[in-house]
């Protein structure tokens, strides 16, 4: 089971995201690293967020672990 921590970073529906938030019901925030874009005017809507429950499977089948640097 994947249990993230605040500041952890993932792939969401493969694209790349930050743990922002959580709280103690075992809920997550997800923000996207990416600004949304407007598809008619091609303008800045920010960044999409969302809540979801680690334990949920919507959570554990969408949420991608992203490998880390590690110093040798």
Partial sequence: MKNPKLGDYLLWKG??????GTTSS????????EN???PYCDG??????VHMIVSSPLFQQN??????MNEV
């Fill in 26 to 33: 075992q809920q997550v925030v997800i923000e996207m690293l």
């Fill in 15 to 20: 694209e790349p995201a930050k743990i922002i």
């Fill in 36 to 38: 949304c874009k407007c």
């Fill in 63 to 68: 949420a991608e672990i992203i490998p880390t």
């Fill in 44 to 49: 800045d809507l920010g960044k999409d967020q």
